[in-house]
């Protein structure tokens, strides 16, 4: 039987270029995974509350009424937000990844990056994943793996495997594709993802020159959103050597940042417009804040920046 032949879509040439970055919890899925903290009541006892991702996010700088268990510190708090010890183990944030797509697929309301993300997968553009997360760049790949298997029609993923080996005849000159599962694997190599409490992401930015020294004076509290600012760079970066490799840095580019932490989303809003925008010429930045839930796809920032990088 002959091979049926893969259906490219070369209308991807005539495209912008549009990437995305994407925060996980609470802006494309709403998980289930809760953090441990310690309560202080009013009689002065502290006592053991788990609370969600999005209750964190407004009473992390509140140290008079919440602390991280006294067993343990941060690491307990956080325990399942990390991979397990034991590679045997079951993974909690894929079991979570896999119950928060089911509640969608249920009738729950998805969250608000959540319909963006799929357009991004869909159209086969590079994108980003930054989390506060302690998980491997591996783990976080195979959640967005679920999430191509469970989010996306057949349709959906037929569509996004044209648009994939569209982009590659476009910028990579290919003519004989690979498998579906081949050509997954290379566009999803592509992308990045940073957990930012990963000891092999810290490790990385301590090495950083730059970050070295704003590690050296950072707060604990800031150091989630120094990290997210580091991560942000480290894309930005990629897509502009990829758009140098390609040759497509005479086209219109823009990049997406979401987030559900309001403190995020202002520590990098602040760092594109002071850094950033400085490096960067043609390049539109677009933030988006999904704190608020009544808001479907969350408020939209735009900041214009430079696309120079010296030296590069």
């Known amino acids: 039987m002959t091979k049926p032949i893969p259906y490219v879509n070369d209308e991807v040439a005539d495209r912008d270029f549009k990437y995305y970055i994407f925060d996980w919890d609470d ?10 903290m310690e309560h ?6 502290w006592v053991p509350v788990e609370l969600s991702t999005s209750t964190f996010a407004l009473v992390r700088g509140d140290g008079e009424h919440y602390r991280p268990p006294t067993d343990g510190g941060w690491d307990a708090a956080f325990r399942n937000f990390a991979d397990p010890d034991d590679a045997n183990e079951p993974n909690r944030f894929l079991e979570d990844t896999m119950s928060a797509l089911a509640k969608i697929s249920q009738g729950g309301r998805p969250s608000p990056s959540y319909s ?3 357009k991004t997968l869909v159209e086969g553009r590079i994108f980003a994943i930054v989390t506060a997360r302690g998980h491997a ?10 999430f191509i298997d469970n989010a996306l029609s057949p349709l959906e ?6 648009n994939l080996r569209g982009y590659r005849r476009w910028l990579d000159k290919v003519e004989r594709f ?4 081949e050509e997954l694997d290379y566009y999803l190599g ?3 993802y940073s957990a930012v409490t990963y000891d092999g992401f810290k490790a990385r930015m301590a090495q950083d020159p730059i970050y070295k020294e704003k590690l050296a004076t950072a707060t604990t509290a800031s150091r989630p959103e120094l990290a997210k600012e580091f991560a942000i760079r480290d894309f930005v970066e990629h897509v502009f050597h990829m758009l140098q490799r390609t ?6 580019v823009a990049i997406g940042f979401s987030d559900d932490d309001k403190g995020n989303v202002k520590s990098v809003s602040s760092y594109i417009r002071a850094e950033l925008s400085r490096r960067f010429d043609g390049i539109k930045f677009v933030v988006y804040d999904t704190s608020d839930r009544t808001l479907s796809k969350g408020r939209k920032v735009c900041v214009s920046g430079q696309m120079n990088l010296p030296g590069f």
């Not at 760049?137 to 679920?146: F, N, S, Y």
């Not at 993923?157 to 044209?162: D, K, N, P, Y």
């Open 27 to 36: 802006n494309i899925l709403h998980m289930p995974t809760k953090i441990r």
């Open 116 to 118: 963006t993300f799929k």
């Open 40 to 45: 202080k009541e009013p009689d002065g006892r």
């Open 157 to 162: 993923r037929e569509t996004m495997m044209s």
């Open 190 to 192: 592509m992308c990045r």
């Open 247 to 252: 040759g497509g840095l005479d086209r219109s």
């Open 178 to 181: 690979g498998t579906d599962s």
């Open 137 to 146: 760049p591996a783990t976080i790949e195979k959640a967005v793996r679920l």
